[in-house]
């Protein structure tokens, strides 16, 4: 699975008329949102962040879904679903529905015919809050949870792979069910956040009476980088995160790490990936009382430079026998966990405040990888049991999703593989 | 008032030394962020609008606040604070100390010494996580709720301004006392969510003890613009936003409509303004299954060039009698209202999910007025009445705050006027 070569191919830029022939799967392909050409970045790599200022289209189809390796956009709006609907048959054809609306915003277009190109008596094909908005690097990535394969839903229980665990409780969760889980999750990314949240309202809408969204999560800064070159963002912690974070050029790490390969188990997963979403609350009052030493004893790095105890600079390697047994970093190095590598793609979020005056901030940690047994689960139970950083934070939220490979063309559809 | 030539000036770019010797507040100010070159703008005008992408920064000195008619930022965190002290001297010099932040923040300093640039054993003076991210055109800007005049707290009643009136509770109003109200507010605005969030996390933590966050608001995106040459944003209903706003550099208009006279009754508030606050909720799922036409006749206007009933363009000057007599637009009109204008800088807002599977999302409202009473109230009374639009909307928190001129120089702060 290190054909990486379709996510990364420039995207078809075809004429209205083309894209109003694609209506195979229930929804034809709408007017070219306004503002000018539509520039194309790559799917991943270094060389797709100047674009980000561009505002250019990440290709859709490929081996491997967009929003994994790509680099990472400013900002997110997650939302998990719930299937309510009982029939097979329609939740197959809201997949394919939501397969071509998917397809058609990261292109920067409106769903079906759009905001006002329909009949007046009827409601608008796109609800409409970002036309004349720019792709803005929009990608949609879709994931299964574990609940969709349980007995007497789909007839999918022999389709579960192992690797998609329900996750344990660990010391100190304190979870919130209705901050968890969920049949089937989107993940939207964007440069622009009206963007990211036009497209996952426009899916809840294409699927209403058919799913309902369960828990949503907007985050308004990412904490991790895909791109190692780029400046690496600060957390709301004001560390730097993700400094060693699996870069998303690097096809050999992504393979080994990332990407599920052939021989993993379940075939229809192969070219995916394992996502763990993690809502975590950061006691961002506790933390502004701490002190400098503590706090970067705590993380096992330096707060102006983000340098790993005793070195230089942020990219320097760490000798971890130089931090405290409870840092941060040390924990959770793959060193420290028999190799374990995941590839995070969180963000900051503020969500008002806890009703005692709190800010209810932190990291809503989401993380990919080829098996979650040898990625999120061992690191995560070194760090509940030792990390000084659980004392600044809560883990309230938990979900899993299998993600799988990529659309490889108009005829694919999300989930094709499972249910085809 | 209609001097704003000190609110366009460029800033002055001190040195870190001199920025050293400003600590007379007892917050000295820190080293400038990482980033290159600060660029300046002006406070207001359509010319600033270039400036977003630079991550310049806004003039926090002049004759009023900037972040009313100063180009609209992109992203928004509002924070409305209870003040728990009872000490005026302990609240005065928090304004000094908070005034002293709010001007290094918006040149993309840090607070005091930094993130670690103090002590080792202290917290830092920073949290850090604006580290390296640019001015971004953050604007703060300060205002004083109703309840901080009360009897028996600060000596403050015979103070409290006319127009600072207590708002009505209009039909339709579903106000949630949580997110409503307030002592003090800070309107933080910048083009990057993170440098907006940074800022009133910090001025939280400098308040530690003082005062306590009773609600905030994050605005993923905006809805109304100042500058009318510029592309209007949609609103989280898919249609243009404030078309016929106040124009940020039309002095004339700001001086008759936004801006606090000589005359007007309270001294202290010469220059100022009065904000109204108010968070609402949008039934979208309803929204999104509405027909085209009954969407733009609520409105009064074209979804998708935003035209006016009857009109081509969305500049052209509306046709009130065209529209129905419930549209948004002709009941909110000057002409329905004996004249009553209001600038507007509201933002979309999406804050996860009800619990019933609908989106949390709407429309913050703010707007700026010479006089609540020739502004909002007759307008708000004239929508809650008969808007079309309110079948599909909810106002669920309220708030009111004088927002006094602004801090001239370097030896003035927020609310000098009130307290001095």
Known sequence: MSDTTEATEPARSPSRRALLGWGGAGLALGAAAAGGTVAVVKGGGSDAVPAAES????????????????????????????????????????????????????????????AYGGLAEAPPDDTGEALGL????????????????????????????????????????????????????????????????????????????????????????????????????????????????????????LDEHVWVGAKDGSDWMTGGSYLVARRIRMHIET??????????????????????????????????????????????????????????????????????GRLDAGLFFLAYQRDVRKGFLPIQRALARQDALNEYIQHVGSAIFAVPPGVRDKGDWWGRGLFG
Chains 1, 2 share one sequence.
């Open 287 to 356: 933390w502004d009382r701490t002190s400098l030493q503590e706090q970067e004893d705590v993380f096992g790095r330096d707060k102006g430079e983000g340098a790993p105890v005793g070195k230089a600079k942020e990219r320097d390697e760490p000798f971890l026998k130089a931090m405290k047994p409870t840092a941060h970093v040390r924990l959770a190095h793959p060193d420290s966990n028999d190799g374990a590598r995941i590839l995070r793609r969180g963000y900051s979020f503020t969500d008002g405040t806890d009703g005692l």
């Open 55 to 114: 505002g250019a289209a990440v290709p859709f189809h490929g081996a491997h879904q967009a929003g994994i390796a790509t680099a990472v956009q400013d900002r997110l709006h997650f939302a998990a679903f719930d299937v309510t609907t009982k029939d097979r048959a329609a939740l197959v054809q809201l997949l394919k529905d939501w397969t071509a609306a998917a397809a058609a915003m990261a292109e920067g277009k409106t769903v079906g015919e759009g």
């Open 134 to 253: 720019k792709p803005s690097r929009l990608t949609l990535t879709f994931g299964v949870g574990p609940s969709l394969f349980a007995k007497d839903r789909f007839g999918l229980e022999s389709k579960r792979p192992e690797a998609l665990v329900d996750i344990e409780q660990f010391p100190g969760d304190n979870l919130d069910p209705a901050r968890s889980g969920g049949d089937l999750c989107v993940q939207a990314c964007a440069d622009d956040p009206q963007v990211a949240v036009h497209a996952i309202r426009n899916l809840a809408r294409i699927g209403m009476g058919k799913v309902a969204i369960r828990w949503s999560q907007l985050g308004f800064g990412k904490t991790s980088s895909t791109t190692p070159d780029a400046q690496t963002p600060r957390n709301m912690m004001g560390f730097k995160d993700g400094t060693r974070n699996v870069d998303g050029t690097d096809t050999k790490a």
